[in-house]
């Protein structure tokens, strides 16, 4: 019977982590969240050309090999962005002449956004593929960027 309770225990893993990590996000500042996203982007050799401040809802602006990649951090809003917050970013994108962009948050995004995402300029990164992605020291991008 002890083997089958440490086999549950390590099964709960995965879900008792994704759990803390969500909590620890939760209760980060906006601030600090952007400037952890920055560091990821830092580490994949993008260089940081910007933070916070922009009317246009850009939280991050980015270059790496000569291109512009903008970001948004929706991590403490609500647990499902709306594909409104990709189309306003892939707007973005398009006005600003950028290569691409990227829409991050701790929750999760509605089908709708990524559905839109898939056709747009947009990378999404959720809660449950952001471990992942801080986790990475270098490295390619996420799927398509």
């Known amino acids: 019977m002890a083997l ?27 601030r600090h969240f952007e400037r952890m996203i920055g560091e990821a982007f830092r580490r994949r050799g993008f260089t940081i050309t910007g933070f916070g401040g922009n009317a246009h809802g850009v939280d991050l602006g980015l270059m790496k090999n000569g291109q512009r990649f903008l970001v948004q951090c929706k991590h403490w809003q609500k647990p499902q962005v709306a594909v409104t917050a990709v189309r306003d970013l892939d707007g973005v994108i398009a006005a600003q002449g950028a290569h691409g962009g990227f829409l991050i948050t701790g929750g999760e995004f509605t089908r709708e956004a990524r559905e839109f995402a898939g056709t747009s300029k947009v990378e999404l ?3 449950a593929s952001l471990g992942n992605f801080m986790g990475h020291t270098a490295g390619s991008l996420p799927h398509r960027a």
Request: zero cysteines; proline letters at 3%; glycine letters at 6%.
């Open 125 to 127: 990164i959720d809660g």
């Open 4 to 30: 089958a309770k440490q086999q549950r225990r390590a099964r709960s893993l995965p879900t008792r982590v994704r759990a803390a990590a969500a909590l620890a996000l939760g209760s980060m500042s906006w």
